[in-house]
């Protein structure tokens, strides 16, 4: 019975984890699509994309108020994800201001020529 209601809470646990991250996908995949629209390089994005999750593990500098008497405080983590998501809303804000919504690119999107040849 014990393990059941483990399991549960697992599949629950995993459900919400990912529900919570939705936000932070879709500003992502905007500000990937602008670097992958405005360069045409899957290497810039891939660098990107490295970087966003370097800072997930690095931004919580201070372990002593992420962690209190051996247990996570879900504030402080709170407040580290509510950050990391009002910077990457400020950055999208920012691109679909000056870029526009169409393509994220004022000129010519790089590589478009050669799909609209095919």
Not at 50 to 71: H, K, Q
Not at 86 to 96: D, E, I, S
Not at 98 to 103: A, C, I, M, T, V
């Amino acid at each position: 019975m014990l393990l059941e209601s483990v399991d549960q809470f697992v599949v629950r646990r995993r459900l919400a984890v990912n529900v919570d991250r939705l936000p932070e996908v879709i500003l992502l995949s905007v500000i990937l699509a602008w670097a992958y629209n405005g360069t045409g390089s899957v290497l810039i994005v891939m660098v990107l994309h490295a970087m966003v999750n370097t800072a997930d593990i690095l931004l919580p500098l201070a372990p002593e108020l992420i962690v209190v008497d051996g247990v996570i405080d879900e504030a402080a983590v709170g407040t580290v994800v509510m950050v990391q998501l009002a910077v990457q809303l400020l950055v999208v804000v920012a691109l679909v201001g000056y870029y526009g919504f169409d393509s994220l690119a004022r000129g010519e999107i790089p590589g478009v020529d050669e799909i609209r040849s095919k």
